[in-house]
């Protein structure tokens, strides 16, 4: 939505401060999941953003994915998964 305001001079005055909120609110979210380890949250959180950036192009932007955008997305939800899911010792 900041990219709308600002790199498409469209509403700014809209789409650069709900854009903001939601920046603010998309930052917040790692913190409130149940594992401690940041670091293995922020990379997970990190390959959805790399799905959601695509569905957000393919949306709002008419963005047309290739081949490439979606064996490179279905290797970070891959990864995302072996993080995820990978068994750990919890002692």
Not at 10 to 23: A, H, K
Not at 58 to 77: E, P, Q, R, S, W
């Amino acid at each position: 939505m900041i990219w709308i305001g600002i790199r498409e001079h469209r509403r700014p005055e809209v789409f650069i401060p709900i854009g903001s909120i939601i920046l603010v609110v998309y930052g917040f979210i790692p913190t409130l999941q149940p594992i401690q380890s940041f670091g293995r949250i922020f990379a997970i959180y990190g390959g959805f953003f790399i799905l959601l950036s695509y569905v957000w192009a393919v949306l709002f932007d008419n963005f047309k994915v290739d081949k490439g955008d979606i064996i490179g997305t279905a290797i970070a939800i891959a990864g995302v998964c072996v993080c995820w899911f990978w068994p750990r010792n919890m002692s």
